[in-house]
């Protein structure tokens, strides 16, 4: 009720935000809609929901019980936050067209065009900041930023990983690079010594991914930048055995309230691509700064 009283939600938006599964919303948006208190409206596949117009009870006695409810709730701010984020989503038709754009790129033939080309072409933009790249493995994109980076961290909790990387570091001439063994929820970075961390398809394998965040934030110095590239939430459970991934990946509120919590400001999140084939894997992309 209190998410709905001053914007329409589709069910589905209801259940991105809650994080609830969608037959436990639907029964109470039902009942409530049985108590005349909320009202609802069909538009193709989706059904949204709003506040009744006269309602069993007046609206302003409405507002002043729920404002009291969300007092005693805990999770109040952070459904507060999600429902600015699903909002966002619908406003931002710019990232509708560039997904649908995203989806396109490569389809047909163009000479000399290719996702590595691109890949290159934007590290060049990379200033000349202090980089930790945490779950970094053999270190192939910690090997890209080092071409333009002051310096850049790798992080892994692999021996094997560490010893190829620093050989494949030290073989290509990368003086800038430097491997280092460790955790990433405790990294062996110094407090306040990092621009710009990165957590590639690496924070699924945090036993905590909030203690990770948390670490990341203490090595960031002021005004320092977090991004997160993971896999969108997804059911192949086979994963855990294929790839030894301890979390199905991160849905966006998810990622979201993670940044909050870790007192990231700006936080944003968006899914950035599917893969065309089963399972369909997508990638989410998350930043904030401290």
């Known amino acids: 009720m209190h998410l709905l009283q001053t914007q329409e939600l589709s069910v589905a938006e209801i259940q991105e935000i809650l994080g609830m599964g969608q037959s436990r919303i639907s029964t109470h948006l039902a009942q409530l809609k049985r108590a005349g208190l909320l009202q609802d409206r069909r538009v193709g596949k989706n059904i949204y929901y709003s506040w009744a117009t006269g309602g069993p009870i007046k609206q302003p006695e409405l507002r002043s019980l729920i404002g009291l409810a969300m007092q005693e709730m805990p999770e109040a701010d952070s459904d507060c936050s999600a429902l600015n984020h699903v909002l966002a989503k619908r406003r931002d038709r710019a990232r509708e067209y560039f997904n649908k754009l995203a989806g396109k790129f490569g389809r047909s033939y163009c000479p000399g065009r290719s996702w590595q080309g691109l890949a290159h072409l934007l590290l060049t933009l990379v200033p000349a ?132 919590q870790s007192e990231f400001r700006n936080p944003e999140v968006q899914v950035v691509s599917r893969e065309p084939v089963s399972p369909h894997f997508q990638t989410v992309l998350a930043t904030g700064i401290k």
């Not at 491997?179 to 398809?201: K, M, V």
């Not at 997160?228 to 192949?236: G, K, N, P, Q, S």
Request: proline content about 2%.
């Open 129 to 260: 900041i202090d980089v930790a790249d945490l779950g970094a493995g053999e270190g192939t994109l910690s090997q890209l930023l080092a071409k333009r980076a002051r310096k850049v961290i790798a992080i892994d909790n692999s021996e094997r990983m560490v010893e190829v990387g620093t050989q494949l570091a030290k073989d290509h001439g990368i003086a800038n690079l430097e491997y280092r063994l460790g955790d990433l929820e405790d990294p062996p970075i110094a407090e306040n010594s990092i621009d710009l961390a990165i957590f590639s398809q690496a924070l699924h394998h945090a036993n905590s991914p909030q203690k990770a965040l948390g670490a990341a934030r203490r090595f960031l110095r002021s005004g320092g930048r977090l991004v997160v590239v993971d896999l969108l939430a997804h059911t192949f459970e086979q994963a855990r055995e294929l790839y030894a991934d301890l979390w199905l990946g991160f849905s966006e509120i998810e990622l979201l309230r993670l940044l909050e």
